[in-house]
């Protein structure tokens, strides 16, 4: 959840120094393609760890 909340603030942030001049369009997507990408990984890994738990308390079990 937070880092949900963190790639919110920067996209907002981002946003802003866009439309203020400060930044070019291809930094801020970059910026923005690297956040998410980020987080997807983090989904990921935090999926693979559930799996692998599940994994062996299913062996623990049998």
Known sequence: ??????????????AGLLLSGKVTEGTFTTVGGMT???????FA???????DKTLVEMKDGD
């Open 1 to 14: 959840m937070v880092a949900t909340a963190l790639s919110a603030c920067i996209s907002l942030i981002g």
């Open 45 to 51: 890994k935090e999926a693979n760890d559930r799996l």
């Open 36 to 42: 998410a990408n980020v987080r997807c990984i983090q």
